[in-house]
């Protein structure tokens, strides 16, 4: 009991005598790691392997306190070996990660600019494909890439590289023909693929009710920061995927929002020259 009450008193000399500038930025460090892999597990089966390992550290620093000898090599044997375990078991979140660092507003930037009237075309065009296909309870998926590129999802489907249109996406999706049984990758003001084949949803969150055409739209969500609307063959409902969570029923006004702060980004610096520039041409040219 002893070495257990000299062993805090260390502890809390070395935090209030020896705590310098370095240390607390290294404590902060941990701590927002630790955060991030809490939140990156949280609802999924990594939340139960963290509170595992979490145990186990505890475990192996109270048989250190305490001097059980044996139980402390032991588990620090298991520690030690166990690494290459632990980066296996946490494959997905250490995933997820590194494609949230990779997303990062430092590093990533818009790559392409898209002009106030071209995005209020795409809306439009995009809008009237879902409500149509939802009156007429056709089943759709349209996948919005974002920062993340989906290039290997592009690559499971025919590519088509085409402008977007309600006309277009509607042939798409109509049952019976070649490439209305997958989903659809739409990047920028393109439409890149169809018929492309997503992974199904890993959380246990998705209703039991809701096919594998909604597991699909939740799949894709869980690894990237896609964005998926669905409509239900079943019922025609709409919904949207992200974040690996559904939103259902998804209306028609919560659509265009969505879209708004999807394609209307505030165009400053270069992306104003550019716009004012087409616009310039276009006037001059109906001179």
Request: proline letters at 2%; one cysteine or more; glycine letters at 6%.
């Amino acid at each position: 009991m002893n070495d257990i009450w000299s062993t805090i008193r260390n502890m809390t000399w070395n935090l209030t005598h020896r705590l310098g500038i370095i240390d607390i930025i290294d404590i902060l460090i941990v701590a927002v790691i630790v955060y991030e892999l809490l939140l990156l597990t949280r609802h999924t089966r990594g939340s139960a392997l963290l509170k595992g390992l979490f145990l186990l550290i505890l475990i192996v620093i109270v048989s250190n306190v305490l001097g059980l000898t044996s139980l402390n090599w032991l588990l620090m044997v298991i520690l030690q070996n166990g690494a290459l375990v632990l980066v296996i078991l946490f494959q997905p979140e250490i995933r997820k990660m590194l494609e949230r660092l990779g997303r990062s507003r430092i590093i990533t930037k818009r790559s392409k600019w898209i002009l106030d009237d071209d995005s209020g075309i795409i809306i439009n065009e995009i809008v009237q494909t879902v409500v149509d296909l939802s009156r007429r309870r056709v089943g759709a998926l349209i996948v919005f890439e974002r920062k993340t590129g989906l290039q290997d999802v592009i690559e499971t489907g025919t590519q088509l590289n085409a402008e977007i249109s309600a006309p277009l996406l509607e042939n798409i999706f109509e049952p019976n023909t070649p490439l209305h049984d997958g989903a659809v990758v739409i990047r920028n003001e393109q439409i890149m693929a169809a018929a492309c084949i997503l992974p199904l949803a890993e959380a246990s969150g998705v209703s039991r009710e809701l096919g594998t055409r909604h597991r699909a739209a939740v799949g894709i969500t869980e690894n990237t920061d896609a964005a998926v609307i669905v409509v239900s063959e079943e019922t025609g409902i709409v919904s949207l995927a992200a974040d690996g969570t559904l939103k259902r029923p998804f209306t028609v006004d919560e659509l265009r929002a969505f879209l708004n702060g999807l394609y209307r980004a505030k165009v400053t610096g270069l992306g104003s020259i550019l716009r004012n520039f087409v616009r310039k041409g276009a006037v001059e040219k109906k001179k």
